[in-house]
Structure formats: C-alpha cells, structure tokens
C-alpha cells in the first residue's frame, strides 16, 4: 500500500502497488517491479500494482508513458515483439506469467485482449466466435456459445438475423463488440482493453462503455484510455503515469499514483497527477 505522503521524485523505490480502500478486494494481477525493455533502451521501469478482481481498471497518463507496453506484459503479448525484454514479474493466481513453464497460448486464453481497432477476422459473425472457440478445443453446443457470447457483448439483438453475413460488414461500434464477444467466447477471466472506444463515434463509444461497466461484474478489466471522461465513467482504480528522462537522456515510463478513480481525479496526491488530470498537460 502505498503512503499518501510519498513523493514520486523517489524514482519508484517504495512503488504504489494497491489502490487504497481496496484491502477486501481479491488480487487477480500483480506487476512486481515490473520493467520493460525494448532492445537497450527502457520504456517502463519498475512498476509495481495489484489489479483486483471484478474492477474495471484505467491506465492514463500522456503519450509514450507505457501504457500498452504494461497492458501487454500482462498477457505476455510483448513476446510478440522483437527485441522486447521483460524484467520482474506478473503474478497471476499464485505464478509468474514470465515463468519458464508458462505457455504464453494459455496465458491469452485466460486473459484476453480486445485492441483499438476493432479487428473482426473476414469471416462470418458466427465465425469470428465459432472459431476461436474450436480451435481451443471447445467441444460444447456452439451455436449456444455464439448466442451467449453475443448476449453478453450486447450484440445478439442487432446480428441474430444475420449470422452468416461477414464480420466486417458490421458498423465498427458493432464490430468492437463482436470482438468483445470473441473474447469473452473464451471464458477469459481478465479481458485488457487497449483504447477500445477511441476510434469509435459518441453512440458507439457509450455503447462499449455501458457493456465495459456490465462485464466487470463477470470478468476483470484493466483497460488503457486517453480519455479522461471515460476513465472517470467507467473504471473503479486508476494508475496515472508518466515519462521522465533518464541519464542517457532518454525518456521511460513509470508508475506516479494509483488509488480509486474518484481519488485520483478529485484529490490527487502528486503533482504530475493533478496537472495531467485537469488537463494542463498531456
Ligand atoms: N514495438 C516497439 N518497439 C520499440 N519501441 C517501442 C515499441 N512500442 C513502444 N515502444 C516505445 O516504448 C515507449 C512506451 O510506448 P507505449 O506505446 O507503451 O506508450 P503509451 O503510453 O501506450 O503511448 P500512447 O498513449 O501514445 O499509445 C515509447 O517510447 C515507445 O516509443
């Protein structure tokens, strides 16, 4: 927990890791002194935070802080990138997801990953759910997964007459939902979100943000937004980062507060946060 007098100039030596308020709350997800590198240079250095269980979780703070570089180690996702090297650890239920007999294809299986862009496979709506679903062995009634996955994205009612018609004809507030279905098909129980309502118009974007609200009584949601708004509408605990130069001179991430939503934009307790919150920079 961390000290409400502690000072970010401390360089994450004593990190906030829980939000306050919070001690009842199970831990799904532990970034411990977490650092992210890609080929030598740091982007995120030592971040420590505990996500819990059925909360929507916001990651803010201004462009190049790290966000989606975090959002991605928590589903092992920067494996994909080369030249990316993970330090520290992600607990998740008791083991290290960087641990050497952790399958990353099962780690995004129980905590899947929905991106800014809604990105549909070229297949039918039934499909973009049917898929996934077999080849991860499902072997239940299928049209019953589709319609509950789509039941639970709030999709079903606008797409159930047209299952067999492609994915992408959908509009792209409905095709974010549809990959929100995906995901869910899966039985994740941690869904990340990276921007997921920040290509989409007003009607859309309330649309993914009421669904966001309802999944977290089912799942967990850590979700990056640079919307100040909707962080404040739809997630419980918010992390404030930000970036800062190093001896090289070059700028890396870094965890400045991390408390309940209402905290961190009502009363902050660093000055980054305050600044950045009320929108005198970033
Ligand atoms: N694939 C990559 N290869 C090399 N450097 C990268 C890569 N992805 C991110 N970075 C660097 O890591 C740092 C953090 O980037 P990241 O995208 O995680 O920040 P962010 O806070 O999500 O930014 P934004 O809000 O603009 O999306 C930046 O300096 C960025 O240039």
């Known amino acids: 927990m961390r000290s409400r007098n502690q000072n970010e100039n401390h360089q994450n030596n004593n990190p906030p890791t829980k939000p306050k308020h919070a001690d009842l709350s199970e831990t799904v997800l532990q970034a411990k002194k977490l650092s992210v590198y890609y080929g030598e240079t740091l982007a995120l250095q030592e971040v420590s935070m505990d996500i819990l269980k059925n909360s929507v979780t916001a990651l803010i703070g201004p462009s190049g802080c790290g966000k989606s570089t975090l959002i991605r180690c928590f589903n092992r996702l920067n494996d994909l990138i080369d030249g990316c090297r993970v330090e520290g650890k992600v607990i998740y239920r008791g083991k290290d997801l960087y641990g050497s007999k952790i399958d990353p294809v099962a780690v995004r299986r129980r905590i899947g990953m929905v991106f800014q862009k809604p990105n549909p496979f070229p297949k039918s709506i039934y499909e973009n759910i049917a898929y996934g679903a077999r ?83 089912d799942y967990t949601i850590v979700i990056v937004t640079h919307n100040m708004q909707q962080a404040t509408r739809i997630s419980d605990f918010t992390a404030f980062f930000n970036a800062k130069a190093g001896k090289n001179g070059k700028r890396f991430g870094y965890l400045v507060e991390y408390d309940k939503t209402e905290a961190i934009f009502e009363s902050p307790q660093e000055e980054s946060t305050k600044q950045y919150v009320s929108g005198r920079f970033g």
């Open 135 to 217: 080849i991860n062995g499902f072997k239940g009634d299928m049209d019953e997964l589709v319609e509950r996955s789509l039941q639970r994205a709030a999709l079903w009612n606008e797409v159930k007459d047209k299952l067999k018609t492609s994915g992408l004809s959908l509009s792209g507030g409905q095709q974010q939902r549809l990959c929100i279905a995906r995901a869910i098909a899966l039985k994740p129980e941690v869904v990340l979100m990276d921007e997921p309502a920040s290509s989409l118009d007003p009607i859309s974007t309330e649309s993914v943000e009421e669904l966001i609200h309802q999944l977290k009584h």
